[in-house]
């Protein structure tokens, strides 16, 4: 027994594998995100580099330096995962890495066709690479067979491919819902579903009809179409009488069978009949006998009320060299990189089974045959593709006659795609008694013949499909709009939603309070991220979409759509959530953010915000349309855009303008605003300029506009959590959401306009934020508030019980104002002891750890005292 090499430790570890399913800050294209940690290579196997040539010789390895070590492993990763995803008709090649700031953990992005099979390859990839460097043994045809195989279960086939080739072509958006073949075409109440080559259109009455194929032929003889006679039989004995009756040769064959398995054809002897009758009885418990017709083998395809392409069909076949068996010939047709064993590819696999058997016995040969030079040896009399036959494109050749029967036949039976199998001696001479039969109706026939001819010109047959599901100039979309920044977003992506109800439409909205479309509530809680949003634009009844965009969803998932109507970009500020996922800084976020800005078409507008310079540098980095606001009309960003034709929006003299280029109107009174409180607080002016924006974007009638603004109120019902504000008992109370850094610096603006002298303030951080952050509130709050009740709520994200008190408490250290310091655990006993503290005429401002239960409690606590 020969020695096996050292065990060595792993170079390369993956600490996590994300799937980017939507355009995200490194590609449109959906990709993997590797997080991969190195170890470092002093002693890699001698012959590591001849291996890794062996297994994929496409591959080039760059020197394991120091210098250089990790990023050309990170390189040698996507390229091997690129190569094992390789197939027929995929060829992809987006790849790139990126380091992190600790030394050997890697970024390495690359892209994938179908997620599964993309992290299979992935993980093989890794596995090689390791195998490589440290000798031990891998094998790596057996492990890429294996990728190879869940590819063919579980990629698009042709058909389905071909439709939603043809839709992206057209610009509808696709959205697969299974690892089947069921697809979403368009979003919302335009959407229309696709399985295999069956449609939203498709009648499951007519799919049950001709899934019994007597009553097929009943029902296209009963129309004058010519069909082949037959007979249902429940014995080997009954179809041998009934070929007898009418008339040898016969063909025996499944009632409801498909891609012609259990199918014998051109049978003459009681022998043949009696074996071709167990084979379709395997399939199914109901089977036919019927006449056999001379001729080709054709399958004609109507798609809608038109024919749209022909193949000539010959059955699966090899042709003797006067050396080979059969089964080597066999072996060798099924080397055709077309053929696969599936039915992903062009060809399917040759295979030998009970029917091809018998076919070989009536030509006297058996499997180790060894047919003379030039003979051709049917292995099938059927030519379905499905079981190895081949296909000529004849479409240009059929007689109109035929094609008028072809249509007049699916129309009969009710199917809005239809593949009939036809026999006839010449497909150019018109039909008649003796040229032409209709064998059989096929539902959700397979299209790949059309497509992949081995013969002849490839038909498009995936448009002809598609255009009987959308009109000319239909591409399935309804508008979305995305808002993302650090502040104002949910404020912002409600107040659109609520302007955009005004027209009738029924407004699918996703925020961090949850899921509504329309009036009906889908979800509660945070629901910013990607899942929710394919709810959305799922739901059948969604006329438009409003949807919040969260740096966490786009960083571990993507965007949840290919493309937005509108973007909207609130603010970047000094950043948050910092110092998590390798976004350090306010530029690294910006970078994560201006997804949703790359997700504009140059047709669609980026609403951004003047005066927010990692902002601004967005409408410089894409081209789409830029449309700036702020509540000076006189910033530069918006005077230079205006100069340069573009659109803006601002406050002058306590009216909101809209201008467009030197042209430029009074819209609304900010009095006219609830949010806004008169225009005293900032941030909702802001937030009130960006919504109406939007809908101006979009098109929206201006009046419509103008009556949603004025009804849009700063209440539980419209924007819980958001600056809501209450008396309780002559104490005024401002419960609001915001929790870092440039929320709190709003807060604490607007808070000026109110004359209240005694203040007390209910607060507390996400865990999440970096320490310097929690701090850094704790000592924005100590000059403005008397008495401080600190809590600790659901947002502690992994810190230490109190902990986040504690940092906040250290940043009011050496307050001259603050008299009073209070830690409680739990966020509703701090609002209910500060309350108690709180005297009339007191202001008392809550950051609200959970802003509907926040408001919801002190309605209660209203009503009840």
Not at 710 to 720: I, N, Q, V
């Amino acid at each position: 027994m020969s020695a096996q090499p050292p065990s060595h430790s792993p170079y390369l570890a993956v600490e996590k594998l994300l799937a980017l399913r939507g355009p995200n800050r490194w590609t449109r294209l959906t990709a993997l995100e590797g997080w991969v940690r190195f170890a470092p290579v002093s002693e890699p196997h001698e012959d590591w580099r001849a291996r890794l040539d062996q297994w994929v010789p496409s591959v080039q390895v760059g020197p394991l330096s120091p210098d250089a070590m990790y990023f050309n492993l990170s390189t040698l990763l996507h390229d091997l995962t690129l190569a094992l995803q390789a197939r027929n008709e995929t060829r992809l090649s987006f790849a790139r890495v990126a380091p992190t700031s600790q030394g050997n953990l890697w970024r390495v992005i690359v892209q994938y066709d179908e997620e599964n099979v993309g992290r299979a390859a992935f993980d093989l990839a890794v596995r090689m690479v390791n195998a490589a460097l440290t000798g031990e043994p891998l094998d790596v045809l057996a492990e890429r067979e294996a990728v190879t195989d869940l590819a063919d279960d579980l990629c698009l086939g042709p058909s389905t491919r071909s439709m939603v080739d043809a839709a992206l072509a057209r610009g509808i958006p696709i959205r697969r819902l299974t690892e089947g073949s069921l697809v979403q075409l368009g979003w919302g109440r335009r959407q229309r579903r696709i399985l295999a080559a069956a449609t939203s259109q498709t009648s499951a009455i007519a799919e049950d009809i001709v899934q019994d194929k007597n009553l097929t032929c009943r029902l296209l003889r009963e129309v004058g179409l010519p069909v082949p006679l037959g007979c249902p039989v429940s014995s080997a004995d009954e179809a041998w009488t009934a070929a007898q009756e009418i008339g040898l040769p016969v063909v025996v064959k499944p009632l409801d069978g498909n891609q012609g398995r259990g199918v014998a054809l051109n049978l003459t002897t009681r022998e043949q009949v009696a074996a071709a009758y167990d084979a379709a009885f395997a399939e199914s418990d109901h089977v036919i006998v019927e006449q056999f017709a001379e001729g080709d083998d054709y399958r004609l395809l109507v798609v809608g009320k038109q024919f749209v392409a022909a193949s000539r069909r010959r059955p699966a076949h090899v042709i003797g060299d006067g050396f080979s068996t059969i089964d080597e010939l066999i072996a060798v047709a099924n080397q055709d990189p077309r053929r696969a064993a599936a039915h992903a590819s062009a060809l399917s696999k040759i295979k030998i089974d009970a029917v091809a058997l018998a076919v070989l016995a009536e030509q006297g040969f058996a499997p180790e045959s060894v047919p003379p030079a030039g003979k051709t040896v049917l292995i099938r009399r059927n030519a379905n593709l499905s079981t190895g036959g081949t296909a000529v494109d004849c479409t240009d050749e059929v007689h109109p006659t035929i094609r008028d029967a072809a249509i007049e036949a699916a129309q009969t039976v009710g199917l809005d795609i239809c593949g009939i199998d036809l026999v006839a001696i010449d497909i150019t001479a018109p039909l008649s008694d003796r040229n032409g039969v209709i064998i059989e109706l096929n539902a959700r026939p397979g299209l790949r013949m059309h497509l992949y001819p081995s013969d002849g010109k490839p038909r498009n047959v995936g448009e002809a499909v598609l255009n009987t599901m959308f009109g000319p100039g239909d591409n399935g979309r309804i508008p979305i709009v995305a808002v993302t920044g650090v502040n104002g977003k949910t404020t912002t992506t409600r107040f659109i939603a609520h302007l955009l109800t005004q027209t009738g439409w029924k407004v699918g909205l996703t925020s961090t309070d949850g899921v509504i479309v329309g009036k009906r509530v889908l979800d509660t809680g945070d629901c910013s991220g990607p899942k929710s949003a394919g709810s959305v634009l799922a739901y059948p009844e969604t006329d438009a979409a409003v949807l919040e965009i969260a740096r966490g969803g786009v960083l571990r998932a993507g965007l949840p759509f290919d493309w937005c109507d509108v973007a909207v970009v609130t603010n970047i500020g000094v950043g948050d959530h910092l110092g998590i996922a390798e976004i350090h800084t306010p530029g690294e976020l910006a970078a994560v953010k201006q997804t949703v800005v790359a997700a504009v078409p140059p047709h669609g507008t980026a609403v951004l915000n003047a005066t927010d310079p990692l902002v601004v540098q967005m409408a410089n980095d894409h081209p789409c349309r830029a449309l700036f606001f702020a509540i000076d009309g006189g910033h530069p960003v918006i005077v230079s855009h205006r100069a340069a034709g573009g659109r803006a929006i601002f406050v002058r003299d306590g009216q909101v303008i809209r201008a467009d280029g030197e042209n430029e109107e009074p819209f609304i009174d900010l009095t006219d605003i609830p949010l806004t409180h008169g225009g005293l607080i900032q941030f909702q002016v802001e937030n009130s300029l960006a919504s109406i924006a939007a809908a101006w974007s979009l098109g929206i009638d201006d009046e419509l506009i103008r009556l949603g603004a004025r009804t849009f109120t700063p209440d539980a019902e419209h924007s819980s959590g958001r600056f809501n504000m209450l008396d309780y008992h002559g104490v005024s109370v401002i419960v609001d959401y915001g929790h870092n850094v440039d929320a709190l610096r709003s807060l604490l603006g607007a808070i000026q306009q109110f004359p209240h002298e005694r203040r007390i303030v209910v607060y507390s951080s996400a865990g999440d934020r970096r320490d310097s952050d929690i701090v850094e509130q704790g000592r924005m709050i100590a000059p403005h508030f008397d008495e401080v009740w600190l809590y600790e709520g659901d947002y502690v994200r992994g810190r230490k019980p109190g902990e986040i008190m504690e940092l906040i408490a250290s940043g009011l250290d050496g307050s001259e104002r603050v008299a009073r310091i209070e830690s409680i655990f739990g966020h509703l006993e701090a609002v209910d002891m500060a309350l108690e503290s709180a005297r009339p005429g007191d202001l008392v401002m809550i950051q609200a750890d959970t802003a509907y239960t926040t408001v919801r409690h002190l309605q209660r606590k209203i009503e009840t005292r």
